[in-house]
């Protein structure tokens, strides 16, 4: 067959018994198809080439693409495929890294330059090479490559791109694998920051909203029945105490992660004469890592952050969950504004607390981050394994997550309003005062377990007579025990109940009144 009559528009490949009819697409198909199975075994070396055959209905021409070399591609015949390339990438994710890149990049050159390993001269080049690139980043004009692998490879090679000789001598006395987790440990340690003033804006907005209901009761549960009156502020900073916790894993882990790996390079360190507590001190860690496989091998510091994360999750998810039945009908204890609320589709009278319904279904997505971390690492060997690629997106997504989560947290909380009339009317139903009345009999010189009976049965009467407690007559009461007296009313009634609170740290008004000072003074309200 004449090469002419392959680009007909319509030709024909004959075979013994049949005629198969190829259009010109399918023609540049299988053209690609004989160019591979016929190349040459051998390449030459330098920048390797592919031959990218793109259909043509007039010329058929061949479209040659030059791929570039890979930085570590020195020993290879051949670059890998497409598909091997689009599979091991990860600059569509690391990128996120960029700044601590040239941040880290850029106090290494310091140090080469400080031992003698590079010249004065080269590592000013290299710095302001390196400015120049974080600000075509940052502008949106620096081109990403996946070719180039990963944000180190992207920078590096722009750099050499940009300032030629110079940018060569940067990665002396380092490997990608102590470069990665320098820009990682700095990345989560500035992530951390971000949290903790999240946990602290919604500590505030927490105590904020304590403050402006600082008398009102409401009933307080366990195993979701109601139990003993409490004061709203009270259970608020419950909350607050929890997130105050959650802030504190987070400092813990981020002293613990604050430990430099740059210098470990692979994984058995350099005999080159390099200053690790020069580059430690100028990215502001605590200092260099002891023990150089150790620096490149282990993720405990991300699997600390991702389970101070998680556990904050759950603290969020519990207070969304319980807003989500405060806003119910069943309850009716919290009215959110319209503007923290969404409607429905199809039912005109709908009005949904969805943020704290996402709060809650969002802890699982921090939950599941964490697991996949800690399946990722269980039973890798040392030192570094590519498999510790897959440990920057869970972080990525855990850290959008949870501060997605406190701040949506923190503005329903600025957007509710406590429906003091409704939670009123509501307070009398569960003998609330019970436990409060068997402490009126302890005070009397009962054993707590018959003070416990005793009430039990005035309970039991409640019940049949459909009342409460303070209902009762002082007859009625010394009928179930004598030690009843007069003075048992001042301990009936919830708001009677809160008022004899009085432990440390217990619902009394007293008692919660400090709590708010102190919660004053230390959030700096």
């Known amino acids: 067959m004449e090469s002419h009559q392959l680009f007909s528009s319509q030709s024909s490949l004959h075979y013994p018994s049949t005629t198969v009819a190829l259009s010109d697409h399918t023609w540049s198909k299988y053209l690609i198809f004989v160019s591979f199975a016929n190349k040459p075994k051998s390449k030459p070396r330098g920048l390797c080439s592919v031959r990218a055959m793109a259909g043509s209905s007039q010329t058929g021409s061949e479209i040659k693409k030059e791929k570039e070399v890979k930085l570590w591609g020195g020993r290879f015949e051949e670059s890998v495929t497409d598909i091997v390339e689009k599979f091991t990438e990860s600059i569509s994710f690391d990128k996120e890294l960029y700044k601590h890149d040239i941040m880290g990049s850029k106090a290494h050159a310091s140090m080469l330059a400080h031992q003698g390993l590079i010249s004065s001269s080269d590592r000013d080049k290299i710095i302001q090479g390196l400015d120049n690139i974080q600000e075509l980043i940052e502008a949106d004009k620096f ?6 692998e990963d944000v180190h490879m992207n920078i590096e090679a722009a750099l050499t791109d940009m300032i030629g000789e110079p940018a060569k001598k940067l990665h002396t006395a380092r490997s990608r694998n102590d470069q990665v987790l320098t820009d990682f440990r700095l990345w989560c340690r500035d992530a951390i920051d971000r949290i903790v003033v999240c946990i602290k804006y919604l500590q505030v907005a927490l105590v904020s909203l304590a403050l402006k209901n600082r008398e009102l009761i409401v009933p307080g549960y366990t195993h979701l029945q109601r139990a003993q009156p409490v004061l709203l502020p009270h259970l608020l900073l419950a909350y607050v105490e929890q997130l105050e916790r959650d802030a504190g894993r987070l400092h813990d882990c981020r002293d613990r992660l604050n430990f430099c790996p740059l210098g470990a390079c692979a994984l058995a360190g350099t005999g080159l004469p390099v200053n690790r507590f020069m580059t430690s001190d100028a990215l502001g860690f605590t200092s260099p890592m002891r023990n150089s496989i150790d620096a490149v091998s282990d993720r405990d510091f991300v699997l600390e952050f991702l389970s101070a994360n998680s556990i904050t999750a759950v603290h969020l998810s519990r207070l969304g969950e319980e807003w989500v039945l405060w806003a119910s009908e069943e309850f009716g204890f919290i009215t959110p504004s319209d503007s923290v609320s969404t409607g429905s589709s199809i039912m005109p009278q709908k009005k949904n607390p969805d943020p704290m319904e996402l709060v809650r279904g969002k802890s699982a997505r921090v939950i599941g981050d964490l697991v996949t971390l800690l399946t990722l690492c269980k039973g890798l060997p040392l030192a570094y394994n590519r498999d510790l690629q897959e440990d920057k997106e869970p972080v990525f997504d855990s850290v959008k997550t949870i501060i997605g989560m ?3 947290s923190a503005e329903f909380a600025q957007n509710i309003t406590f429906n003091q009339h409704r939670i009123q009317k509501a307070l009398p ?3 609330l005062d019970a436990t409060t009345l068997a402490d009126y009999l302890v005070k009397k010189g009962l054993p707590f377990r018959t003070s416990h009976d005793v009430v039990g ?3 039991a009467l409640c019940v049949s007579k459909n009342c409460q ?4 007559s002082l007859d009625e009461m010394q009928i179930i025990n004598k030690v009843f007296d007069k003075d048992v009313y001042e301990y009936l009634g919830v708001e009677n109940s809160v008022k004899k609170f ?13 709590q708010l000072d102190y919660w004053v003074t230390k959030l700096e309200l």
């Not at 407690?469 to 009762?472: G, N």
């Open 406 to 408: 406190l701040e949506v």
């Open 429 to 431: 139903a569960g003998h």
């Open 457 to 459: 049965r005035a309970v």
């Open 469 to 472: 407690l303070q209902d009762l």
């Open 143 to 148: 081109k990403w490559r996946t070719d180039r």
């Open 502 to 514: 009085s432990s440390y740290g217990s619902t009394g008004s007293a008692c919660v009144a400090d």
